[in-house]
């Protein structure tokens, strides 16, 4: 059995095919940063409990909302990670006290896939009445996403082949938010403003396809990501940055290699014809290394060096071989380059 197949089969897919969001649960938004920010700084005036539990490794539209209400009064617990940047269910357990208002932990690391124990963690929450929310934005369409247990769900539709500029938030039937934007009383009085019906309608299809085709994709991935990163190993010098043999998408693939900025090898790739990225996608060109690295435990230099690869539904193993080639070409002209200088 796959890693992909037995991870669905934990999460059991014929039952997540039964288990839907109630339409009246589904507040529609601009994406993840928006839901996101709703989530928590929606929720922040309303708990009287003012801990909040997140990882070391949050996409910015959590860690920065979260800044705020630190700087609001709310007490910060970040829980650590491991070399392969996965939580531990047991030390979230000890961290999850009575001063606990909030949980937020995405459920799939942008930059390296990891994969973390949301589902098990939620029931923890729900178990001591704590409220729990996931950044699903990565893991919706890669892998089965079931939201029994979890008060607050975050997607954004271009993850999964929608329209941009628009995403929904899962709202649990007794979790009460404050609005962010006022106006009219759109989606039950929770985000004012006209919703973007055509934009919707695209994410809906998108949705449905990706219901569709996850199984398939799902083994499809896997053999391109395990197949790149046995054609990469034979270039040389080159790390993992990621749960390789642990929970992870089946998709995405970080990795970088010794004498090479990641900075470098993804615009090497670009002129190669190979779309990869350096970092998060949404802090392309800051230059400043990788927060997630840097929590892996990774120096400041390792930590502006990953490059990520990641596959959709129009690639093929074919499209692996390329990528590889090009990789090895650029790697090898860069560090040549390096030679040369010294």
Known sequence: MSQWRAYAS???????????APPA??????????????SLLGRAPILTRRSIITT???HASVRLPIERMVEDGWTLRTLPVDGGGLVALDEF?????????????????????ALQPVWEMAQVCRSRGVRFHS???????????RIDG?????MSAHKIGGPQGVGALFVGRDIELRPLQLGGGQERGRRAGTENVAAIVGMGEACRLARIELAACGEAWVAMRDR?????????GVRCNGPLAGPSLPNTLNVSFAGVRGEALVAGLDLEGVAASSGSACAAGAGEP???LLALGRSQDEARDGVRFSFGVTNSLRDVERIAEATAKVVGRIRATHRGVG
């Not at 934990?10 to 839907?20: E, T």
């Not at 357990?93 to 896939?113: F, H, K, P, T, Y």
């Not at 950044?135 to 996403?145: H, L, R």
């Open 228 to 236: 790149l990163w046995a054609r990469l190993q034979a270039v040389g």
């Open 10 to 20: 934990r999460l059991s897919l014929s039952d997540v095919n039964r288990r839907g």
């Open 56 to 58: 070391a490794i949050e």
């Open 290 to 292: 990788s927060h997630v």
């Open 135 to 145: 950044d699903a934005a990565q893991a919706v369409g890669k892998i089965p996403v």
């Open 25 to 38: 649960g589904i507040v529609f938004t601009s994406g993840r940063t928006e839901s996101n920010n709703l």
């Open 93 to 113: 357990r000890c961290v999850l006290d009575d001063q606990i208002g909030m949980v937020s932990v995405a459920w799939a690391n942008n930059e390296i896939g």
């Open 150 to 154: 979890i008060d607050l769900l975050s």
